[in-house]
């Protein structure tokens, strides 16, 4: 194994920058010719091409699209009690700190007849895409299905890669059912979300898509929300990465299992730790070597530890500093006096605090959503939330003496700019049975 160790106090400037360098996305002129194609034959062809596409790229011929309630019901059966338990702690956890996110109009009079009032409604029809690849993901559809339930989305659409049976994961389904979604169907890659984005004979179009993906599905929501009018994504994606901030009293083998749990979610994830304390790289350098060997995905971890890094720093301060200027996905603090650093980290998005708040438990069931900006973009986009799932707007009404009152600020402004229709919708107003 060799992630690198490196002490920062001796790298220049383009070092550092090289240090903190991530895996590079793959955004090649293939890669979107590739996926411009799938959309162009998804748009004329509809559930044709997503049948054909399906069997190309799943390897299973599919005779319907739709997941109907009796295999919904056949799923909840075949699941052990316990297993069926696990998935409500976790809906019932994330429900708890998403409910509390339920906003509440804003009226102000911000003069005398002049009321303004900002209003928040749900977004009307959302789709969910859930990746499964090597394994079912029911921890994504509640971080998505929980939000949408909760915001009020009168359409919750699923779509998700079906399995050599041309089936979906009864974990999948069960959480699905809980969250109130009964639109689903076994569709998963580019072609799922340019059917959410123009719409086919069985799936009708969404407003917004949500949901991690491989590039492929990330050079589609790219694309679309770029082609198609009305059409949001969630956030831009990039492969997945943890950074801890650990001191000399931190455990070792605690962050080595931070660490290898980001590793292990595909070769080109990035893992990170910045710490003050030499004897504390050694000791997780170990612990990495000895833990990796244990794991099911050991080979992809170890790709994944080739880009990583164990950053010496001259102090604290020093790695607060890095971690803002790395802005990472996930930030993991197991220092003393943790709660003094988190008044000065800022670009993350989320932060874990103490030797007793893994990045695991925010993926399954602390309550915050897992669903999070990668690739430095936590430093302007935030993890997503019920907000995600609204939209905004302003409502005002003005009596004529409110308008009378900022009728001289309207004119001069209007003035300014040489907005005349502007200024008289104005003064037509206000001469009206002076």
């Known amino acids: 194994m060799n992630t690198q160790i ?37 748009q004329k062809q509809g559930d044709k091409a997503l049948i054909n596409l399906t069997e190309q790229f799943d390897g299973i011929k599919l005779s319907t699209l739709s997941v109907s309630q009796a295999q919904v019901a056949q799923a909840k059966n075949a699941l052990s009690a316990k297993r069926i338990a696990a998935i409500e702690t976790a809906y019932q956890q994330i429900k708890t700190f998403h409910a509390a996110q339920k906003p509440s109009d804003i009226a102000v009079e911000t003069r005398p007849g002049v009321n303004c009032i900002l209003k928040t409604e749900p977004i009307e029809s959302v789709g969910l895409y859930i990746p499964a690849g090597s394994a079912p993901l029911p921890s994504t559809v509640l971080m998505l299905g929980v939000p949408s339930q909760l915001a009020g989305c009168q359409r919750v659409v699923l779509v998700c890669p ?48 949500f949901g991690p993906g491989n590039r492929y599905v990330t050079e589609a929501k790219k694309q679309l929300s770029q082609q198609v009018a009305g059409f949001a994504i969630d956030m831009p994606a990039g492969p997945s990465e943890v950074l801890v901030i650990g001191d000399n009293n931190a455990n070792a083998a605690f962050i080595a299992a931070d660490l290898l749990s980001q590793a292990e979610h595909g070769s080109d994830s990035q893992v990170i730790l910045l710490t003050d304390s030499e004897s504390l790289i050694n000791e997780v350098a170990a612990e990495l070597s000895k833990q ?29 500093e890095v971690s803002n200027l790395y802005g990472p996905e996930h930030l993991i603090i197991q220092t003393d006096n943790a709660d003094t650093l988190l008044l000065r980290l800022r670009n993350a998005g989320s932060i874990f605090v ?21 690739y430095g973009y936590s430093k302007v986009i935030g993890s997503l939330s019920l907000a995600d799932f ?45």
């Open 354 to 374: 103490g030797a007793y708040t893994p990045e695991s438990a925010g993926d399954y069931a602390s309550g915050t959503n897992h669903v999070l900006p990668t």
């Open 292 to 320: 990796v060997e244990l794991l099911s995905r050991k080979d992809i971890a170890l790709k994944a530890l080739k880009q990583s890094r164990l950053i010496l720093t001259a102090d604290l301060a020093q790695a607060v």
């Open 162 to 209: 079906p399995d050599k049976n041309g089936q979906l994961a009864n974990e999948i389904l069960v959480a699905a059912d809980l969250c109130g979604i009964d639109e689903i169907y076994t569709v998963g890659g580019a072609q799922a979300v340019a059917a959410l984005a123009y719409g086919t004979e069985s799936i009708k179009a969404v407003n917004k898509v």
């Open 6 to 42: 490196i002490n920062w106090q001796t790298l220049s400037v383009q070092q550092k920058v090289d240090a903190l360098a991530r895996p590079a996305i793959a955004d090649n002129a293939l890669l979107s010719t590739q996926v411009a194609n799938i959309l162009s034959q998804v």
């Open 390 to 434: 609204s939209r905004r707007y302003t409502v005002q009404q003005l009596t004529r003496d409110g308008l009378a009152s900022l009728a001289e600020c309207i004119i001069e402004l209007t003035d300014a700019e040489g907005l005349d229709a502007h200024q008289r919708a104005v003064t037509i107003r206000l001469e009206e049975g002076a």
